[in-house]
């Protein structure tokens, strides 16, 4: 069964933390993509990445970077954690673009919180 | 821009009931495809259905059935004889090959009580 495997399901960190959340696919998919999902907000794209060591940003990076230096693993950084970070943190992975009809594959969650 | 509303926050229904959820997109491009998951508790988004903007063709798949309508832009969703594991929240989300991306809406959380 293929996979998104986030390393952490719960976290809670300090403000002005540094903090890493991991995401790594088994599917050898070419996009992944990192969310946060708030109540009434639903899913709001951070950052994006096409391929290794690219990156793009999405909706709202602000605060939030991003790190891909291998296919199968792409990591969301908080360089300095701050109480509105405190979310739940999606990742997701697709195939290349003529293939990503099929949709994207979710891992299930981090959910940050930052006291 | 392109935007996806969801405009039923929450709803309620008891089991076996039929049950709805609307969604209503915004975009300019002529090609893009539509899309539904299912979050249940457990967190992880599980895909649904995918509808092409060139294919209005309605679909039905077991209990569940998508109401594709260009003309007034919307992708609603069906549950036939809701049951108690159908309870999680539906997003609805809009892919544009010129962008790349999903947008999702801000989701429904559906209860089916028993």
């Known amino acids: 069964d293929v996979k998104v495997t986030q390393s952490s399901r719960y976290l809670v960190k300090r403000t002005g933390e540094k903090v890493f959340l991991e995401c790594v696919q088994d599917m050898d998919h070419e996009n992944m993509f990192w969310y946060r999902q708030d109540p009434g907000l639903g899913l709001r794209l951070i950052y994006f990445?096409?391929?290794?060591?690219?990156?793009e940003k999405g909706d709202i990076p602000e605060g939030y970077s991003v790190s891909r230096e291998k296919k199968e693993r792409f990591s969301l950084i908080l360089e300095s954690a701050s109480t509105n970070q405190t979310s739940m943190y999606l990742c997701?992975?697709?195939?290349?673009?003529?293939?990503?009809?099929?949709?994207?594959?979710f891992g299930s969650g981090t959910r940050l919180t930052v006291v | 821009a392109q935007k996806v509303t969801q405009a039923q926050t929450e709803i309620s229904v008891v089991e076996k009931e039929d049950v709805t959820l609307d969604c209503v997109y915004e975009t300019r491009d002529t090609t893009y495809y539509l899309f539904w998951y299912k979050q249940p508790p457990s967190g992880e988004l599980v895909f649904l259905i995918r509808?092409?903007?060139?294919?209005?063709q309605n679909e039905i798949s077991g209990r569940y059935s998508w109401n594709f309508q260009k003309s007034t832009s919307s992708f609603n969703f069906t549950i036939t004889a809701s049951q108690v594991v159908d309870s999680a929240v539906y997003f609805c989300?809009?892919?544009?090959?010129?962008?790349?991306?999903?947008?999702f809406g801000s989701g429904t959380q559906l209860t089916v009580l028993p």
């Open positions: 509808r092409n903007s060139f294919d209005e």
């Open positions: 997701a992975s697709s195939p290349s673009l003529d293939r990503i009809l099929k949709g994207y594959t």
């Open positions: 990445s096409y391929d290794v060591k690219m990156k």
């Open positions: 989300a809009l892919f544009r090959s010129s962008a790349r991306q999903l947008t």
